[in-house]
């Protein structure tokens, strides 16, 4: 699992190890991994270093120090380094090697570039791009809408102009292809908008991970975490045993969300699905396998309940979800349930659950549930959520967060737009309800759930623009390849 530090933490961390070494030393070792990816990325993508042509874009701290010491290592491997300050003062001593190196100062960003550094600015970033600094970016930007392979932008620790610790972006910020970040991800690289101006992001290791005691403020699971949680069936192991989901979603008006949510809880790993509601000849037609009740109270036993999506807000949805509340099981909600949450009158019935809570927003049913949007920190939002309601919140978006009560939060790193269609929220309830009763702790099946609905979404998308229902389809495969293969 990836962890994401705050910059107060990077920077104590900083200061410790700083303490060992002599002056320089992790600039020098920052500086030497960004050289050898620019180097790979020029070798890659244009033939080589030697007359490749590289712009410097230098701010005035130590972010754009490192970009400086790497310009001069690749001006002495014969790359044609020019450099634009953005700033009356430099890092001097790797502004002197530069010019030593054989690069040169510019006063604006030259027509023909093959790759841009950004060293504007890093972790001491303060507020939005300067105007000196926007107007650099906005050149390149240009030079890149007419020709799409050039110049490639590598950004130096962060892309300047994001906010670090959140992932915001509130202005104008680089977009880079590829970042390269010293001794520990940073929140921007890998949620909100920010991770999208990141690009591919590649950690060099300079010594910082043994002095960073705190916790991250953010995890990101990969594959091979998703693969070890997920519930495997053992040899003793029969349809109950392996765990019962119960889905108390849709109405004879929406069948659809029960059979998207059906769907998403087949592919899951219960052995075992149980059906409560007004949908039931929908889902008795398609899914024989499904053992239908109308109401939850008739439904049997289930290990976890999915309730909310189609449901309705009436008397009779009300009721539903209170019997849901009341099970001693956990429990999944969305859509409708969260609707019936706004008012508060079952905020004491939600609290008191032993068992764990799962509320699964988007944006607006987060802002109805909160009194505010998500806001630009959308971890730091997600993760109020989650305390006041007594509830795993999962926030879904382009990289969806995932926020315990405890103060853990998570983001997933598959999200795909191709997810943005309507009733993929249904596939992800159910089968994030099939690992729930499976037994899977609640955030890891928020997390695991998120991250193979990411996946079957970017799989149904290779096809065409894909609907729910072809993501509900890709689940199997995903499954089979990715976790169960890995
Ligand atoms: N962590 C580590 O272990 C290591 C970290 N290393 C590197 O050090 C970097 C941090 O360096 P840093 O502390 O010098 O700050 P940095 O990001 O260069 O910016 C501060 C300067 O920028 C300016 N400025 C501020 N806001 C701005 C804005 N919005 N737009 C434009 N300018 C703005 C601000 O100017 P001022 O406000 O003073 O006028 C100030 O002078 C880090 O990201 C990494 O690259 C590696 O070398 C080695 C190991
Ligand atoms: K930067």
Not at 36 to 48: C, I, P, Q
Request: charged fraction near 20%; charge should be positive.
């Amino acid at each position: 699992m990836k962890g994401a530090w705050r910059v107060s933490d990077i920077r104590s961390a900083e200061a410790a190890l700083m303490a060992t070494l002599p002056p320089g030393t992790l600039m020098k070792r920052a500086a030497a991994g960004l050289t050898k990816r620019v180097v790979s990325l020029l070798t890659d993508r244009f033939g080589g270093v030697y007359g490749r042509r590289v712009l410097l874009l230098v701010g005035a701290g130590d972010n754009g120090g490192d970009t400086l010491l790497a310009g001069a290592a690749l001006a002495r491997r014969g790359a044609a380094v020019s450099a634009l300050r953005l700033a009356d003062r430099v890092h001097e001593e790797g502004w002197a090697l530069l010019l030593a190196a054989g690069g040169r100062s510019v006063a604006a960003v030259p027509r023909t570039v093959d790759v841009v550094l950004d060293g504007i600015v890093g972790i001491g970033a303060k507020g939005g791009l300067r105007a000196n600094a926007a107007a650099a970016v906005k050149s390149v930007r240009q030079a890149r809408a007419g020709d799409r392979a050039r110049p490639a932008v590598v950004a130096v620790d962060v892309p300047s102009g994001v906010s670090v610790d959140t992932g915001a972006v509130e202005g104008d910020a680089v977009r880079a292809d590829v970042t390269v970040t010293f001794g520990a991800y940073k929140p921007a690289l890998l949620v909100g908008p920010a991770a999208v101006h990141a690009g591919i992001v590649e950690l060099v290791d300079i010594g910082l991970r043994p002095y960073l005691t705190g916790t991250a403020a953010l995890r990101v699971p990969e594959r091979v975490d998703v693969a070890a949680w997920w519930p495997r069936t053992g040899p003793q192991d029969d349809k109950y045993r392996r765990g019962v989901v119960g889905l108390a979603t849709g109405s004879a008006d929406y069948p659809g969300a029960a059979v998207l949510g059906v769907a998403g809880a087949l592919a899951g790993p219960t052995g075992y699905v149980r059906y409560a509601g007004s949908a039931a000849q929908a889902i008795r037609d398609r899914f024989p396998t499904v053992v239908c009740a109308e109401r939850v109270g008739d439904a049997g036993r289930v290990q976890a309940w999915v309730c909310g999506s189609g449901l309705g807000t009436d008397g009779r949805a009300q009721a539903e979800l209170r019997a849901v509340l009341a099970a001693p099981v956990p429990v999944c909600l969305d859509a409708d349930a969260l609707n019936l949450l706004v008012d508060g009158s079952l905020a004491g019935q939600l609290r008191d659950r032993r068992a764990p809570t799962v509320v699964t927003p988007h944006d607006r049913e987060f802002a109805r549930l909160a009194g505010a949007d998500p806001g630009p920190d959308r971890v730091e939002s997600a993760l109020q959520l989650a305390a006041r309601m007594n509830a795993v919140v999962l926030l879904k978006g382009d990289r969806t967060v995932v926020a315990t009560p405890g103060g853990f939060a998570y983001a997933n790193p598959t999200g795909s737009a191709a997810l943005a269609t309507a009733g993929t929220g249904d596939v992800l309830a159910g089968l994030l309800g099939s690992l729930l009763a499976a037994g899977l702790a609640a955030e890891l099946a928020a997390m695991a759930a998120a991250y193979v609905h990411g996946l079957a979404g970017r799989r149904a998308a290779a096809d065409g623009p894909p609907n729910a229902l072809h993501v509900a389809e890709a689940l199997r495969e995903t499954l089979s390849n990715v976790i169960i293969k890995s």
